[in-house]
């Protein structure tokens, strides 16, 4: 069977013996029971049941007779049979879900409404999520379903592999992306590097992306995204500054709170209109301050 057909017969949600008994009459094309069952190896026990299963599915039909013989509908047929099944399962699906949906909205919203009415301020305006694969994961996020604007506080954005395609996403879909680093002068030498590295890819790949390196050091890390001075949108996710404390133990506060995000870009744009100037696409971390030098 060759790959295409293995991902069909997937679609199919067949048992193995029904799969194996379609296959060969596709093959064969009409035939008996027990001649079927004698090629697939199927019990002739089960080959009636399997048979009467993929006839009631429609992709097989039945020729009285004596003996009785089975054939394959055309594979188009089949195929559009496939999709009818799937479609009448999912109305069946639907109605048995409206059936009880009031019944269940009655019994649980009353009960999560008391859960949320008991939500302590500081629940209400964060979640928290681990620093690594699941603070990346959430960054990802942010970047795919922002609309206006994404800005990311950052030491060297030396994560930035594994948001990349989502940043790509963002900036092809015109989402103005602003970029803050930490000033070099206050990095590690590698992260010097790291960081030079990281701000030449900008220069190359991401020219419309606007990066900035900050004049002080930066109290928070993080993104957020669509930020509203009207308290109508905006997401994030930031964590503070703690050196001390190696990343697998440390944890990253996810907010959706518009008011919140408004203030952190209040914060942001503060430092990008006055305490920051624009990242050279790649400077030498090694060279000195003074040219004569």
């Known amino acids: 069977m060759s790959e295409s057909s293995e991902e069909f017969f997937s679609l199919l949600d067949l048992t193995e013996y029904e799969a194996e008994a379609l296959e060969e009459l596709l093959l064969l094309g009409r035939t008996t029971a027990p001649d079927l069952a004698e090629a697939t190896g199927i019990p002739k026990a089960r080959i009636y049941g399997v048979l009467d299963s993929l006839a009631e599915a429609g992709y097989i039909k039945m020729i009285s007779g004596r003996p009785k013989r089975y054939e394959p509908h055309e594979p188009a047929a089949i195929t559009e049979r496939v999709v009818e099944n799937r479609r009448h399962a999912y109305e069946r699906f639907r109605e048995d879900v409206e059936a009880i949906e009031e019944a269940f909205v009655d019994e649980y919203a009353p009960v999560r409404d008391r859960g949320i009415d008991e939500l302590s ?79 030449e890819m900008f220069n190359e790949s991401f020219p419309s992306v606007a990066v900035r390196v900050s004049d002080r050091l930066l109290p928070w890390r993080g993104t957020f995204i669509d930020p509203s001075l009207s308290y109508e949108s905006g997401q994030g996710l930031l964590m503070v500054e703690q050196e001390e404390v190696p990343n697998h133990h440390r944890q990253a506060a996810v907010t959706e709170n518009p008011s919140f995000v408004a203030g952190m870009w209040q914060y942001f744009d503060l430092l990008w209109r006055h305490e920051s100037v624009p990242a050279d696409p790649s400077p030498d971390p090694t060279a000195s301050d003074s040219a004569g030098e």
């Open 121 to 199: 301020p500081t629940e209400d305006l964060f979640h928290v999520v681990d620093v690594g694969e699941p603070s990346e994961r959430e960054t990802r996020r942010l970047f795919r379903e922002a609309e206006n604007g994404v800005y990311v506080f950052s030491k060297s954005f030396g994560y930035i592999d594994a948001v990349r395609p989502a940043m790509r996403d963002a900036v092809d879909r015109d989402v103005n992306v602003n970029v803050l680093l930490l000033n070099p002068e206050s990095l590690t030498e590698e992260n010097q590097r790291r960081q030079a590295e990281i701000r």
